[in-house]
C-alpha cells in the first residue's frame, strides 16, 4: 500500500480564499484522523471518522472549517474563507480498528500558507 | 478527554550516549495504546514504538525503549547508543483501546525536540 496520501503538499493563498485540503488513507482503515500542527498550539486534533462517520469534530477551531468523508478511500477539510491565522500543516492519518496494529498511519502534511 | 503532557521541550545529547525523554498522561480508562512518534525535518510522522496498557513487559524496539509505569501514568522513551539521525521532534501519545466504541482519537503531547550532537 502507499500509505496516507495528502494533497497538495505546498498551498499558498489569499485571505479569503477557500481551501481544499485532501486525503486517501489506507485500504482497509476504519479511523481517518485530520490533525493541524502549528509551533504554538502543537498537534491538534480537529476531527475524526470512523466507517465514513464524523465522531467527534470538537476540535475544529470554528465554523470556516468543514471535513467530510463520502467514502472510505477519500477525504476533504476545506476552510472557507481562510485566514492568515490557519496557516499551519494539516496532517491527515489514519488507524485500523482490528488485527493488533493499532495505530495512526501519518501522510506527509499540507503545508499551508494564508497571505 | 486524556491529555498527555511532554515537560521537556528541548533536550540534547553526545552522540552514542543515552537520552530518556519523559511523557505523562491522564485518564481514566484501563485498556489503551501509548506511543512515540518521532518527526524530522522532513516533517514525517514516524511510529518509534508503541506499548499496550494491559501488557507489563515494557516494550523494545532495537536502541528504543520505553519505561512504561501504569500506575504512575508515565511512559518515558529511552533511547541508547544515540545516532544523528536521532535529531528529531519526539511526540508522546495516547489512544484508547478500539472497544471502546466510537471514541478512539489519539491525543498528543506537545513535542521533545532532541538534538544529537557528534
Known amino acids: 500500500d502507499a500509505g496516507v496520501i495528502q494533497s497538495p503538499r505546498h498551498e499558498v493563498t489569499e485571505m479569503g480564499q477557500e481551501v481544499t485540503l485532501r486525503c486517501k488513507p489506507i485500504s482497509g482503515h476504519d479511523y481517518l484522523f485530520w490533525y493541524r500542527q502549528t509551533m504554538m498550539r502543537g498537534l491538534e486534533l480537529l476531527i475524526y471518522?470512523?466507517?465514513?462517520?464524523?465522531?467527534?469534530d470538537s476540535g475544529m477551531p470554528e465554523d470556516r472549517f468543514s471535513a467530510k468523508m463520502p467514502n472510505a478511500s477519500f477525504s476533504t477539510l476545506k476552510i472557507q474563507p481562510s485566514e492568515p491565522r490557519d496557516s499551519a500543516v494539516y496532517f491527515c492519518?489514519?488507524?485500523?480498528?482490528?488485527?493488533?496494529?493499532?495505530?495512526?498511519?501519518f501522510g506527509q502534511g499540507t503545508r499551508l500558507t494564508v497571505v | 478527554a486524556q491529555t498527555v503532557t511532554q515537560s521537556q521541550p528541548e533536550m540534547s545529547v553526545q552522540e552514542a550516549e543515552t537520552v530518556t525523554l519523559s511523557c505523562t498522561y491522564d485518564?481514566?480508562?484501563?485498556?489503551?495504546?501509548l506511543f512515540w512518534y518521532k518527526q524530522p525535518p522532513s516533517r514525517q510522522m514516524i511510529l518509534v514504538i508503541r506499548?499496550?496498557?494491559?501488557?507489563?513487559q515494557n516494550a523494545t524496539e532495537n536502541r528504543f525503549s520505553v519505561n512504561f509505569q501504569k500506575a504512575a501514568k508515565s511512559f518515558s522513551l529511552k533511547i541508547s547508543d544515540s545516532q544523528l539521525g536521532d535529531t528529531a521532534m519526539y511526540f508522546c501519545?495516547?489512544?484508547?483501546?478500539?472497544?471502546?466504541?466510537?471514541?478512539?482519537?489519539?491525543?498528543f503531547g506537545a513535542g521533545t525536540r532532541l538534538t544529537v550532537k557528534p
Open positions: 492519518a489514519s488507524s485500523p480498528a482490528t488485527g493488533g496494529r493499532t495505530e495512526a498511519f
Open positions: 471518522f470512523n466507517n465514513n462517520v464524523p465522531i467527534d
Open positions: 485518564t481514566s480508562e484501563s485498556n489503551y495504546y
Open positions: 506499548q499496550e496498557a494491559y501488557k507489563q
Open positions: 501519545a495516547f489512544m484508547k483501546h478500539v472497544s471502546t466504541i466510537n471514541n478512539n482519537d489519539m491525543r
